[in-house]
């Protein structure tokens, strides 16, 4: 089964920086675009950034310049850099592993998320 671990949330004075981090469990063989997205009370969940297999990026209109999304393909791990962060960056962040997703158990056609890490700006 396909797992994902996520770091990095905290609390943090508007104009700071966090760093998250998302990890799976080691059971992936296959390469997989990642992403993530967030959601505030209220409101759906929208997409902050995805990374293709190969490294190409896509961000979403409200966070372009200030993060920045990477990859470490040998850790099967995605990092969000947050940069210059704001009162409404304030949500639950959730990573996206996009399938198919190859394991040492089998093929997964699906899409798997982890379980969210709360980010909270002060202002």
């Known amino acids: 089964q396909v797992k994902l671990v996520e770091s990095g949330g905290g609390l943090v004075q508007a104009g700071g920086s966090l760093r998250l981090s998302c990890a799976d469990s080691g059971r992936i063989l296959s390469i997989n675009p990642m992403g993530w997205y967030r ?66 158990a089998g093929q997964y056609e699906h899409d798997y998320w982890g379980q969210g890490t709360q980010v909270t700006v002060s202002s």
């Open 39 to 104: 959601q505030a009370p209220g409101k759906e969940r929208e997409l902050v950034a995805d990374i293709t297999s190969d490294g190409s990026t896509n961000y979403g209109d409200s966070v372009k310049g200030r993060f920045t999304i990477s990859r470490d393909n040998a850790k099967n791990t995605v990092y969000l850099q947050m940069n210059s962060l704001k009162p409404e960056d304030t949500a639950v962040y959730y990573c996206i592993l996009r399938g198919p997703i190859v394991t040492k």
